[in-house]
């Protein structure tokens, strides 16, 4: 365990250095010689680097911070590709004890992980917290009338993305839907039903909670003939034979090849990957909404109970031509002008 932390921390600086390398001209990486006073931020992240939904975060929280002096450190609790609930309960510690021993300024946590296993602990202590990518409700973490909590909430863009696949085809009624068993889902899914009635015509026709990639398989053979579209939401913890979680990217690779079914997802990272389309959330718009509230409670002295915790706004649109080829579906015109266009497959570059 002691020796993890150590490997933890020393490759969690290494990487956030590496990353920072790719923001050349945004403001934080132009600091450092302003004479302002030097900011502790620990950025404690549920997932890992380079995931790409964490990248964007962390360059929208820094430029909506937007101040010259900054020392990062960065915490990869990396539950994407571990995800039981022992290494949860590991990595949450040991991100505490860095805490305790750093003793940040402020901590940025992405999440809903970094949430349950970290910041759920200092709720109204003197740290202040400030969070993005949280899809549970606040007051699932005791965050709701904190002192020192507040952050953005992804929410996903459900009727936006179910109209967009309609417009591709039309025919589409009954919605089943997968999950895995991580904690982002059941809030995903409760807002899917509260909104459900915007959709005329259309039922969530099976929800289908999987533990294994062999499940998943035979889950998806099933659904072929039963449903006309499924929503690939939680794809990340189905276990092989040797009880490993199955990569996301394997799990879309076997669909795209397999399955006869229009899918569709909220996040972009999909997509290369074989999902039809999804009007994504934006994790940098996600990101720079918590930069521009830390500012308010490190620069301008807001108390964190003073923001709101709201759920940004922006939705992109996205398509993979590949996959409507390979399924028999033709574009719109007015659809490839207005979304982003992957035009093949990740695994065939």
Same mark, same amino acid.
Request: a positive charge.
């Given at each position: 365990m002691?020796?993890?932390?150590?490997r933890?921390?020393?490759?969690s600086?290494?990487?956030?250095?590496?990353?920072?390398?790719l923001?050349?001209g945004?403001?934080?990486?132009?600091?450092?010689?302003?004479?302002?006073?030097?900011?502790?931020i620990?950025?404690?992240?549920s997932?890992?680097?380079?995931?790409?939904?964490?990248?964007?975060q962390?360059?929208?929280?820094?430029?909506?911070?937007n101040?010259?002096n900054?020392r990062?450190?960065?915490?990869?609790?990396?539950t994407?590709?571990?995800?039981?609930?022992?290494?949860?309960q590991?990595?949450g510690?040991?991100?505490r004890a860095?805490?305790e021993?750093?003793k940040p300024d402020?901590v940025?946590?992405?999440?809903?992980?970094?949430q349950?296993?970290?910041?759920?602990?200092?709720?109204?202590?003197?740290?202040?917290?400030?969070?993005?990518?949280?899809n549970?409700?606040?007051?699932?973490y005791?965050f709701t009338?904190?002192?020192n909590v507040s952050g953005?909430?992804?929410?996903?863009?459900?009727v936006p993305t179910v109209?967009l696949?309609?417009?591709?085809?039309?025919?589409?009624?009954k919605i089943?839907v997968?999950?895995?068993d991580?904690?982002?889902? &059941?809030?995903?899914v409760?807002?899917?039903?509260?909104?459900?009635?915007?959709?005329?015509?259309?039922t969530?026709?099976?929800?289908e909670?999987v533990k294994?990639?062999a499940?998943?398989?035979?889950?998806?053979?099933?659904?072929?003939d039963?449903?006309d579209?499924v929503?690939?939401?939680?794809?990340?913890t189905?276990k092989n034979?040797?009880?490993?979680?199955?990569?996301?990217?394997?799990v879309?690779k076997?669909?795209?090849?397999?399955s006869?079914? &229009?899918?569709f997802?909220?996040?972009?990272?999909r997509?290369?990957?074989?999902?039809?389309?999804?009007v994504?959330?934006?994790?940098?718009a996600q990101?720079?909404?918590?930069?521009?509230?830390?500012?308010?409670?490190?620069v301008?002295?807001?108390?964190?109970?003073?923001?709101?915790?709201? &759920?940004?706004?922006?939705?992109?649109?996205v398509?993979?031509?590949?996959?409507?080829?390979k399924?028999?579906?033709?574009?719109?015109?007015?659809i490839?002008l207005?979304?982003?266009?992957?035009e093949?497959?990740?695994?065939?570059?």
């Amino acid at each position: 365990m002691k020796f993890y932390s150590k490997r933890v921390r020393l490759m969690s600086i290494t990487v956030v250095g590496l990353v920072w390398g790719l923001f050349v001209g945004s403001p934080m990486a132009e600091g450092q010689q302003s004479g302002a006073t030097t900011l502790r931020i620990l950025h404690v992240m549920s997932y890992h680097l380079p995931w790409e939904w964490n990248v964007d975060q962390l360059k929208g929280f820094k430029h909506g911070l937007n101040y010259p002096n900054v020392r990062f450190e960065v915490f990869q609790m990396d539950t994407k590709r571990n995800s039981s609930e022992s290494w949860k309960q590991k990595t949450g510690e040991q991100a505490r004890a860095l805490i305790e021993s750093w003793k940040p300024d402020l901590v940025y946590t992405n999440d809903d992980n970094a949430q349950a296993f970290v910041a759920k602990q200092y709720v109204n202590g003197s740290i202040p917290f400030v969070f993005s990518g949280v899809n549970a409700s606040p007051d699932k973490y005791g965050f709701t009338g904190s002192s020192n909590v507040s952050g953005v909430l992804e929410q996903e863009h459900f009727v936006p993305t179910v109209n967009l696949l309609r417009k591709m085809v039309p025919s589409v009624k009954k919605i089943a839907v997968i999950l895995d068993d991580g904690p982002t889902w &059941p809030g995903v899914v409760s807002r899917m039903r509260a909104q459900i009635h915007q959709l005329e015509g259309i039922t969530l026709h099976r929800i289908e909670k999987v533990k294994t990639y062999a499940e998943f398989k035979t889950v998806m053979a099933e659904l072929q003939d039963t449903v006309d579209a499924v929503a690939m939401l939680g794809v990340f913890t189905f276990k092989n034979d040797q009880g490993v979680n199955v990569d996301f990217t394997e799990v879309l690779k076997w669909t795209a090849e397999n399955s006869k079914l &229009p899918d569709f997802s909220f996040w972009g990272s999909r997509v290369p990957h074989g999902t039809l389309c999804a009007v994504t959330v934006s994790g940098y718009a996600q990101g720079l909404a918590a930069g521009q509230i830390a500012r308010g409670i490190l620069v301008d002295g807001r108390s964190p109970a003073s923001f709101l915790m709201e &759920p940004t706004l922006k939705g992109k649109p996205v398509v993979s031509l590949a996959r409507a080829k390979k399924l028999g579906i033709n574009i719109d015109t007015d659809i490839l002008l207005s979304a982003q266009v992957i035009e093949t497959f990740e695994w065939k570059k």
